[in-house]
């Protein structure tokens, strides 16, 4: 059982790139979030998703494109990378009820636009 | 608007004394209350939530709805205590989501 498993882990793009960050989870939650992390900001949540199927934006969507065409994974893809994307980015997964579970992250993947 | 505060960016003790990290939030309905940790080069993991009233390694935090605060308290701090801690929010109608404070760095020194 690993988890919240994100690829990569460290990646550096120059401005305009596009690129894809992996998420996936193997505990059959139903709720997943991106997150960035910055110093200073804690973490903002970037698209989340309720189920397969279903996304919604978050506080900091601009940039970012998420879909959810299976349960288990939750990519996230910068269409054109701008410097101002530099940060870590973490994914979390939940079980779907309303009991409030709590999250669960990945390690994170460190991303540098140049 | 739903806000999370966390007004200390750092928090320096001695091994031994007590600690309390303060979080206050802003949202107009019953939200659920957590503090998750993040120690150095590790992964964010829950250490407690307002609803289960537990104690996790030594620390304990209290819901206070006049004050809209829920401060992480621990009596005796221990130098495998330093890590940065985050408090956050999710809602009353549970998405998954979380609003997540701007955290703040313990450092226990020996």
């Known amino acids: 059982n690993a988890g919240v498993t994100q690829t990569p882990k460290f990646q550096v793009l120059k401005t305009g790139q596009s690129m894809t960050l992996q998420c996936a989870q193997d505990m059959n939650h139903e709720y997943m979030s991106w997150y960035r992390q910055d110093p200073g900001m804690g973490l903002r949540l970037i698209h989340y998703?309720?189920?397969?199927?279903?996304?919604d934006q978050g506080e900091v969507p601009n940039g970012y494109n998420v879909s959810r065409s299976t349960t288990e994974d939750f990519p996230l893809r910068l269409l054109s990378a701008a410097p101002s994307q530099t940060s870590v980015y973490f994914c979390a997964s939940s079980a779907g009820d309303r009991t409030h579970q709590p999250q669960h992250f990945g390690d994170g993947t460190r991303l540098s636009i140049l | 608007a739903q806000r999370v505060t966390q007004p200390e960016k750092l928090l320096s003790v001695f091994k031994g004394a007590p600690v309390e990290l303060k979080c206050n939030y802003s949202?107009?309905?019953?939200?659920?209350l957590f503090w998750y940790v993040q120690y150095s080069r590790q992964r964010l993991q829950l250490l407690l939530r307002?609803?289960s009233r537990e104690s996790i390694k030594g620390f304990t935090a209290d819901l206070n709805k006049g004050e809209t605060s829920f401060h992480l308290k621990k009596p005796f701090a221990q130098e495998e205590d330093s890590a940065m801690y985050y408090c956050a929010l999710s809602g009353s109608s549970n998405t998954g989501k979380l609003i997540f404070g701007q955290g703040t760095t313990l450092q226990v020194k020996p």
């Open positions: 998703s309720v189920g397969a199927g279903i996304t």
């Open positions: 307002h609803i």
């Open positions: 949202y107009s309905g019953s939200p659920e």
